[in-house]
């Protein structure tokens, strides 16, 4: 072999070795870079469990809270019913005159077998009441608002649209209402032997 052909077997052997050693670094770097990754994953995860795990005698007692005070209805049309009773009787003890009540139904999703979607499912029902008011007094107002947005009572402010109307401290509103809820269930029916 001339000297020249050992000079460029040389360079093409420096050149596969460095592309293949390069190759087989960054394949290596990559791996130790997705361990480390997975190890930080897995060290945060586990603290989240060790918090979840401190913490359980917490969510025992809010578990027992909820069982004890979230109400149950048999339906929609009850809840919604009792709903509107309950905004209609505070109104009335702060002396406001409801425009307009219109119960919203929730649009379900529902899946190619007829029932809704699992996804669309949540841990409570709920009934919803769009109530409208209308040149009510501020300080009325708010008071209602708050005496209905109870923890005990489920109750929540979904959307609202104040607007004054100009006279007197005076406001015109529309309030979505809403009431979390669980249905019971319906008993089941048994044969008997």
Same mark, same amino acid.
Request: glycine share 8%.
């Given at each position: 072999?001339?000297?020249?052909?050992?000079?460029?077997?040389?360079? *093409?052997?420096?050149?596969?070795?460095?592309?293949?050693?390069?190759?087989?670094?960054?394949?290596? /770097?990559?791996? +130790?870079?997705?361990?480390?990754?997975?190890? =930080?994953?897995?060290?945060?995860?586990? %603290?989240?469990?060790?918090?979840?795990?401190?913490?359980?005698?917490?969510?025992? =007692?809010? +578990? $027992?809270?909820? @069982? @004890?005070?979230?109400?149950? *209805?048999?339906?929609?049309?009850?809840?919604?019913?009792?709903?509107?009773?309950?905004?209609?009787?505070?109104? @009335?003890?702060?002396?406001?005159?409801? $425009?307009?009540?219109? /119960?919203?139904?929730?649009?379900?999703?529902? $899946?190619?077998?007829?029932?809704?979607?699992?996804?669309?499912?949540? +841990? *409570? =029902?709920?009934?919803?009441?769009?109530? !409208?008011?209308?040149?009510? #007094?501020?300080?009325?107002?708010?008071?209602?608002?708050?005496?209905? #947005? #109870?923890?005990?009572?489920?109750? %929540?402010? !979904?959307?609202? #649209?104040?607007?004054?109307?100009? !006279?007197?401290?005076?406001?015109?509103?529309?309030?979505?209402?809403?009431? *979390? +809820?669980?249905?019971?269930? !319906?008993?089941?029916?048994?044969?008997?032997?």
């Amino acid at each position: 072999m001339k000297k020249s052909e050992k000079i460029l077997l040389g360079v *093409f052997a420096f050149l596969f070795l460095a592309i293949v050693g390069g190759g087989g670094l960054m394949y290596a /770097f990559n791996n +130790y870079m997705a361990i480390r990754e997975e190890n =930080d994953t897995l060290r945060d995860r586990l %603290g989240e469990m060790n918090l979840a795990i401190s913490q359980g005698a917490d969510w025992a =007692d809010k +578990y $027992g809270w909820l @069982e @004890e005070h979230c109400p149950n *209805f048999a339906s929609r049309q009850e809840a919604s019913a009792k709903l509107l009773e309950a905004v209609s009787a505070e109104a @009335e003890k702060l002396s406001l005159t409801i $425009g307009g009540k219109e /119960f919203i139904e929730e649009a379900r999703v529902l $899946g190619p077998d007829g029932l809704p979607l699992e996804e669309n499912l949540g +841990y *409570f =029902d709920k009934a919803t009441v769009k109530i !409208t008011l209308a040149s009510v #007094q501020e300080r009325a107002f708010f008071t209602w608002l708050h005496a209905l #947005q #109870q923890p005990n009572s489920f109750i %929540g402010i !979904t959307r609202m #649209q104040i607007n004054p109307s100009g !006279t007197n401290k005076t406001i015109n509103a529309e309030v979505e209402f809403t009431q *979390f +809820y669980r249905e019971k269930s !319906t008993p089941k029916v048994s044969k008997a032997h």
